[in-house]
């Protein structure tokens, strides 16, 4: 084989922890996507929740804060994550207001208790990747601003974390936000390159390839019946958001990149992954936020990330319905 082509492999194994029940963070920034995420995550008796992180994004960032609490208390699970809230003065150059509204969740309203102890984002993520110590998955579902704060400030945390799954990013160089930019990138490009460019082990699922498995119409035939949380929680969100996809997208389906990426942790066989230099554009007036994959045979940098540049969409798909079946 050549040894100056990237390899190419399937993750076969897990991506981190013990093989019956790993431990995950969701950092978010909800969006019907991540709340879909965060619900799979928790009732997955696969996987171990030990936190789910606010960040701004599709909503501000006070709105990803109350967005989290009111997914995990609608879901009420036995054993609640930690929860961290987004910094109410996080800067970002965008938001998804015109597809999710201000809410998130397509004008569907899921009312919280007020807590009056509220923990950051960058602390919850930094206590509980120092507590374990290469045991932890972090699922990146948002822009990148609190790991990179995170690892700005406590460099060593890079090299703790189990695995990070970075959900965004481009591998073709087409974007969503922007013709070259995805938005999770374009949001926060200096966190984002700082993220990218740490020692952590860490995937990258690119627009591109979670696109590719979008649950359509009939996964409203396969929700929990209304009679369980989960079931009434995604009752509430689906539908709205079919419809806003189809009327604000053209699109008969609904793309899920954070549900895939939970798929991908619990699932890792369905993703076929190349190691690549990568980088992310912070200055560029007609390329900011993108990320630019170094592809040539004898690239200038080492691989610094692991690329998605293959899914098995139908095997994805089937993944999420038989979660929401079984859960």
């Not at 990237?6 to 019956?20: A, N, V, W």
């Not at 396969?222 to 079931?231: A, Q």
């Not at 007036?285 to 170094?294: C, F, K, N, R, Y």
């Amino acid at each position: 084989m050549d040894s100056e082509k990237p390899i190419t492999q399937p993750l076969k194994q897990p991506l981190t922890g013990d093989s019956t029940r790993r431990k995950i963070i969701l950092d978010v920034d909800p969006g019907v996507g991540d709340a879909l995420a965060v619900c799979l995550a928790l009732v997955d008796p696969g996987l171990e929740v030990v936190a789910v992180t606010a960040t701004g994004g599709n909503v501000s960032p006070q709105q990803a804060s109350h967005n989290v609490q009111a997914i995990v208390e609608q879901l009420d699970p036995p054993l609640w994550p930690r929860i961290g809230n987004a910094d109410a003065d996080q800067q970002l150059l965008s938001d998804n207001r015109q597809l999710w509204g201000t809410d998130g969740f397509c004008g569907v309203d899921l009312g919280c208790a007020e807590l009056h102890n509220r923990h950051s984002s960058t602390k919850i993520l930094s206590d509980a990747i120092r507590k374990a110590p290469g045991d932890v998955t972090v699922i990146a579902g948002g822009p990148l601003s609190n790991l990179a704060s995170v690892f700005q400030v406590e460099p060593d945390l890079a090299m703790k974390v189990g695995h990070l799954m970075i959900v965004g990013g481009t591998h073709d160089g087409s974007g969503d936000v922007t013709p070259a930019a995805e938005f999770n990138m374009y949001c926060d490009p200096e966190a984002a390159r700082v993220v990218i460019n740490t020692p952590a082990t860490k995937t990258m699922l690119p627009l591109g390839i979670t696109s590719q498995a979008s649950l359509t119409f009939d996964a409203l035939n396969h929700l929990p019946k209304e009679s369980t949380n989960l079931g009434r929680l995604l009752h509430k969100l689906l539908p709205p958001t079919f419809q806003a996809f189809h009327q604000k997208l053209g699109l008969e389906g609904i793309v899920v990149p954070e549900a895939v990426a939970v798929a991908a942790v619990l699932h890792p066989e369905i993703l076929t992954t190349e190691s690549f230099p990568c980088d992310v554009e912070t200055t560029g007036e007609l390329t900011l936020g993108a990320t630019v994959i170094d592809r040539r045979r004898r690239p200038n940098e080492q691989a610094n990330i692991d690329v998605a540049v293959e899914i098995d969409a139908v095997a994805t798909v089937d993944c999420l319905l038989r979660a929401l079946q079984h859960s």
